[in-house]
């Protein structure tokens, strides 16, 4: 609208106040009037009370005592006396503010300072306060995801009718409260089985560790045994060598002192005597003679064939009872690591067999397909998993 329809307008209807104040208004004298109005009186209100007036509308949650002095319960810093007084000195204070300066900016300048500013400060205090007093009597805030998760850490101690009134309240979809479920069963199982099966990795590094120095130690022993043994074959062939050396040496001079008997022999045999014209020895004694030395020669031989096969006898048997010093030796080792490894392997057996004889994980699954179903039930939606 123009200011010529305005004053066209209110000479129509002869009414002049009319005029003036849609004048003033279309102009926006109206605000600016308003406006300085708000500001004298907010000078006014500074001027007078001062800014203790608005350090009072703290202090009362400072300090409530200001407003009745009672004891305070043990477990809160407001009595419910307090709460109840600090809200009428709120009250108080909206109204004083609004006869300063106006219903509207009264109460805007406590209840929304009170609601926008104080709201996070107040909340672990006056706040947290009136919720505890409340709570005892109607706390009703239901649970999360995170009471499922909790839940199904410690599933295998809980009942199942527990479990299902716990989390029917829960405002997650019964499928999203089995996700929470499974989540923290899977934790509860990683705690139970992690430490088992770092027993049994331990153990079978133990084993691999210790069986390993044994079979070093044990290829030390086999080796220095063989040692033994061949310093021992080689003190054993020169004792033979000895022992052989010395018969033959024996034999020999018996057969060249027989060798020497025979040459004699022949010698005064073919030898003929000057006198008589006959041989130095006639052939009877040259032939018995003869005998006499083959079978002297015939008794070395047998002393020679003797002496070789208690030689050959000698070296069968050392051999033989060598063979079983190796073989005893290799048998005290593999059975010693038979016993070993059978010892290890029973333990490892053992802990695998109490690790896969455990009912946890089949108990914890049961129990969550029935809470699932119990839920399921409840909210008659949901999937079918059976």
């Excluded at 079979?215 to 000895?242: H, K, M, P």
């Excluded at 041989?279 to 002297?296: C, F, G, K, N, R």
Aim: negative net charge; glycine residues 4%; charged residues 20%.
């Amino acid at each position: 609208m123009s200011l010529a329809s305005i004053i066209s307008s209110g000479l129509k209807t002869q009414k002049l106040p009319v005029i003036f104040e849609e004048i003033a208004d279309f102009l926006g004298a109206k605000d600016v009037t308003e406006a300085m109005s708000r500001y004298l009186r907010l000078q006014i209100l500074k001027a007078t009370v001062g800014e203790k007036w608005l350090r009072d509308v703290f202090s009362v949650f400072e300090n409530p005592d200001l407003l009745v002095s009672l004891p305070k319960p043990k477990a809160l810093p407001y009595h419910p006396k307090h709460i109840s007084e600090i809200f009428f000195a709120t009250l108080q204070k909206t109204i004083e503010s609004s006869a300063y300066l106006g219903e509207e900016i009264g109460s805007e300048c406590i209840s929304e300072m009170l609601s926008e500013g104080l709201s996070s400060a107040l909340e672990s205090n006056y706040n947290a306060s009136l919720q505890t007093i409340l709570n005892v009597w109607k706390g009703s805030l239901p649970p999360d995801l995170s009471v499922a998760q909790a839940l199904g850490m410690r599933l295998d101690r809980v009942e199942t009718k527990y479990a299902t009134s716990i989390l029917a309240p829960t405002s997650a979809l019964p499928y999203t409260i089995l996700e929470a479920l499974i989540q923290g069963s899977y934790n509860r199982l990683s705690q139970l089985y992690t430490p088992l099966d770092q027993n049994v990795i331990s153990t079978i590094q133990i084993k691999n560790t210790y069986l390993t120095a044994h079979l070093t130690a044990l290829g030390e022993y086999i080796t220095s045994v063989i040692n033994d043994l061949i310093f021992d074959v080689q003190y054993f062939t020169e004792r033979l060598e000895n022992y052989v050396n010395t018969a033959l040496t024996v034999i020999l001079e018996r057969l060249t002192a027989r060798l020497d008997d025979l040459e004699a022999v022949e010698s005064r045999h073919n030898t003929t005597d000057p006198t008589t014209g006959a041989p130095l020895l006639d052939d009877e004694t040259y032939a018995s003679m003869l005998a006499e030395i083959y079978a002297d020669v015939q008794a070395l031989q047998n002393t020679f064939n003797q002496i070789k096969t208690e030689v050959d006898n000698l070296i069968s048997d050392y051999f033989s009872n060598l063979d079983n010093v190796l073989n005893d030796c290799v048998t005290l080792v593999i059975n010693y690591l038979n016993l070993y490894e059978s010892n290890i392997n029973t333990l490892i057996n053992n802990e695998v067999s109490a690790i896969n004889g455990l009912t946890i994980p089949s108990d914890i699954k049961s129990k969550i397909a029935e809470i699932y179903e119990r839920i399921r039930a409840y909210r008659g939606c949901g999937f079918d998993y059976s």
